[in-house]
């Protein structure tokens, strides 16, 4: 049970390329979200999904685009790479029935020049 | 709109001694509370929680949270510091009255435990 795992760990971009961030959960949970992690900003919710096929919006989505085509993966998309978006990116998954608890993956800290 | 306020940025506190992190929260409804910790280049885990009950919520590592109504406040407390305590502290909060399903993280602060 690898529960929620992240690839790549690492990126370096240059501004305009694109990539995509996977988030993979072996915990059959119905809930994944993808947060980015700045100093002193805490969490910010990005997207998230309440199941395979559905996304919506979080507090921060612009410049970022998500797709839950399997209820195990989470994929993050950044289709043109700005500065502002450098960040540490964490994934989470939660159970239907359990709210109060999120599993977070290891995070992919990625750096956009 | 939910809201988290951890005031302090940084926390110091000898080993030995007992500990506190404040955090505050703003919900139109009733809370749902909660403590994660992030370990260096680690995720965050889940540390404890306050859905209803007893004001005092015990978790994981000995750690514990003392729910305050009136203050709106959510402190995570330990009797008795250690140095492998020194992490980052994220409080938590979820509306309960809402359809709201995500959480609202407070900005952090840093544990520091000086041996």
Not at chain 2, 81 to 109: E, I, K, P, W
Request: overall charge positive; glycine content about 8%; aromatic content about 12%.
């Amino acid at each position: 049970n690898a529960g929620v795992t992240q690839t790549p760990k690492f990126r370096v971009l240059k501004t305009g390329q694109s990539m995509t961030l996977l988030c993979a959960q072996d915990m059959n949970h119905e809930y994944m979200y993808w947060y980015r992690q700045d100093p002193g900003m805490g969490l910010r919710l990005i997207h998230y999904s309440v199941g395979e096929g559905t996304t919506a919006k979080g507090e921060v989505p612009d410049g970022y685009n998500v797709s839950r085509l399997k209820k195990q993966n989470f994929l993050l998309g950044l289709e043109s790479a700005a500065p502002s978006q450098t960040s540490v990116y964490f994934c989470a998954s939660r159970h239907l029935d359990r709210a109060y608890e999120q599993y977070f993956g290891p995070g992919t800290r990625l750096t956009v020049t | 709109a939910q809201s988290v306020a951890q005031p302090e940025d940084q926390v110091n506190v000898a080993e030995g001694n007992p500990l506190t992190v404040k955090c505050t929260y703003s919900v139109s409804g009733n809370p749902y509370l909660f403590w994660y910790v992030q370990y260096p280049n680690r995720g965050l885990q889940f540390l404890l929680k306050y859905i209803t009950g007893d004001n005092l919520v015990k978790g994981s590592y000995g750690f514990e949270a003392e729910f305050n109504k009136s203050q709106t406040s959510f402190h995570l407390k330990k009797p008795s510091a250690l140095v492998s305590d020194s992490a980052l502290y994220f409080c938590a909060v979820r509306d309960n009255s809402g359809s709201a399903r995500q959480l609202t993280f407070g900005s952090g602060t840093q544990l520091t435990v000086l041996p």
